[in-house]
């Protein structure tokens, strides 16, 4: 194992101490830890997560998605400055798989979100870079319990980009908010099947000036489509509401649904029972991905696959057949 | 290996030329073959595979899906018949994950479909039971492969009781069905999220009497709510129509949908483009199965994972550090 120690590290105990104190520069320093390849800095994240576990949890996680174009960053902007304005403090991270082509997030912190980045109670960090969504997702999710033993009691989870992550944001968060565009159609393309059914709110955004009479229809169509789909187990029932994000039309009342959904889910038992399904769940998408490595990222079975796919396209050999070759050969791999 | 011989089995030629030959008898032996845990069963089906796959394929694979009251059997028996009557061959089989309890289906094909069941152009099977819902897809998914070998050119694959097993007919067939009741609220929590955005076509079923109106009124509102929602990749828009089984109204007009969407896939290329992706993705999801029985059949494994998931609730762990170590322990069981 390469143990080469990155430059500038804190000890474990400086990061901790830092993060738990709310101390901003250090929580950054700490989230890079978190997002470093280095095998050093694995093992420091893991003493680091490791050690302000039992601080985090104590958040409202919020995800937030819709097509490139939608407005996102605008509405969580103003969104943001609202919640604030509520006296929280709040963290926004972003998931982005493809962010890795470019090394980082392509626009970062300080142009995205400009008024908001400039408030004491906010904190906000580009998407991680990662070589798989598993990896990124993981990363981030990190990076949110630091943010809440920091303090920080909302985390808005934003995905970026065109749509993968999705059930991954869905995955780490207790509220999932669609953004959407009036004139259904085109834009539509961009969301993936299932999405929809993953929404506990809707905004149509951009409902403002010639679009306001376009957005309330969508917002009844949308409405009436939620109602018929099955009802969540949460028995919270999806909200569609029209918003404004640059005139500050409708944001506030997103807040009010999210603090409605929390004193349901709260009163219910969904919010702890769904935190503790996803932990669990956490930790199997994690094996899963584990013994996928271990099986697909060896080069004699790469190679196999490739013959294997084109003689089942051929009709030379069933996929059953086909998959236990390949784990007899797996196993004999170990022999 | 246990390598003992069944009773009264053929040889793996005296399958293969009987069900090539269209043999009903050979064909419901072939099958039980398919079924069989038997170590030496296994094997001789596999031979049986090989040998047809190349005769099979050439049929339009429905897949049919509802909840229990939808009145499924009696729409695949008029659905059935007319299907015959327009001069084809129908294989009906069904997945029905639930049906190991009782070590069968819990209904035979006898009582079942009777009309059908007695004319030349029609075999139906009942589920195979299994130990997985993987084993029982792959079982009946084989099972499809003999019927087509045997000439049936419409196979109809129906889920049997309550949902789980929608994706894997989903993953196996070419249109996918779905059977529901006017009043959407109650019947409609059997329904789990993400299988109406399935659906290349939705009936409104026992649209008859009384129900006739309330019947249109639901599939105006399905009609709405699913061109709201994302179109597939078929380039097919899911088409929403009522119908009385019992009363055989509406029926038809299902087959003629059908015809309708092979004729577009077929001329679009997405027909042989979803069927390769299927089979790939069989391979796959079989190699994936493998490889969690591999890990999760290990006894130190499931004992660990029960710690480990009460030290994940009680937050003294984190889910991606659980399952590194529980890799490591993996990993170690082979050296």
Redesign the interface.
């Known amino acids: 194992m390469t143990n080469y120690k990155a430059k500038n590290r804190l000890t474990a105990q400086a990061y901790i101490d830092g993060v738990l104190s709310g101390n901003r520069v250090i929580l950054s320093r700490a989230i890079t830890v978190i997002e470093s390849n280095l095998e050093s800095d694995k093992l420091l994240a893991?003493d680091i997560?490791?050690a302000i576990?039992?601080a985090?949890?104590n958040s409202v996680r919020i995800g937030v998605t819709g097509v490139p174009g939608v407005g996102k960053s605008t509405f969580i902007e103003v969104f943001g400055k609202h919640i604030i304005n509520q006296g929280h403090k709040v963290a926004i991270l972003s998931i982005d798989p493809s962010s890795q082509r470019s090394k980082g997030s392509i626009l970062g912190d300080k142009t995205r979100m400009e008024a908001l980045s400039t408030l004491e109670s906010a904190y906000i960090r580009p998407s991680a870079s990662g070589d798989t969504l598993g990896g990124v997702a993981?990363k981030t999710?990190?990076s949110m319990?630091l943010c809440e033993a920091a303090g920080y009691d909302v985390v808005l989870i934003e995905t970026v980009g065109v749509g993968q992550s999705e059930t991954a944001v869905h995955g780490m968060t207790d509220f999932f908010l669609l953004l959407m565009l009036a004139g259904?159609g085109d834009e539509?393309?961009g969301?993936?099947?299932?999405i929809?059914?993953?929404a506990d709110m809707v905004v149509i955004n951009k409902a403002d000036g010639d679009n306001i009479k376009k957005s309330e229809l969508a917002r009844l169509?949308?409405q009436?489509?939620l109602h018929?789909?099955?009802?969540?187990e949460s028995g919270w029932m999806p909200v569609v509401t029209t918003a404004s994000s640059t005139k500050n039309i409708g944001v506030d009342a997103v807040w009010d649904e999210i603090t409605k959904y929390t004193e349901l889910v709260v009163k219910n038992g969904y919010f702890n029972k769904n935190r503790?399904h996803q932990?669990?769940r956490?930790?199997?998408n994690?094996?899963?991905e584990?013994?996928?490595h271990?099986?697909y990222g060896s080069k004699d079975i790469a190679s196999k696959l490739t013959a294997?796919?084109k003689q089942?396209?051929a009709?030379?050999?069933?996929?059953?057949?086909?998959?236990?070759d390949?784990?007899e050969t797996?196993?004999k791999s170990?022999e």
């Open positions: 893991k997560i490791q576990l039992p985090s949890g993981n999710a990190e319990l259904a539509l393309q969301i993936k099947k299932g929809m059914e993953m169509q949308y009436n489509a018929i789909f099955p009802q969540s503790n932990k669990i956490w930790m199997y994690n094996i899963n584990a013994l996928k271990l099986f294997l796919e089942i396209i009709s030379e050999i069933s996929p059953v057949k086909a998959a236990q390949i784990i797996f196993k170990f």
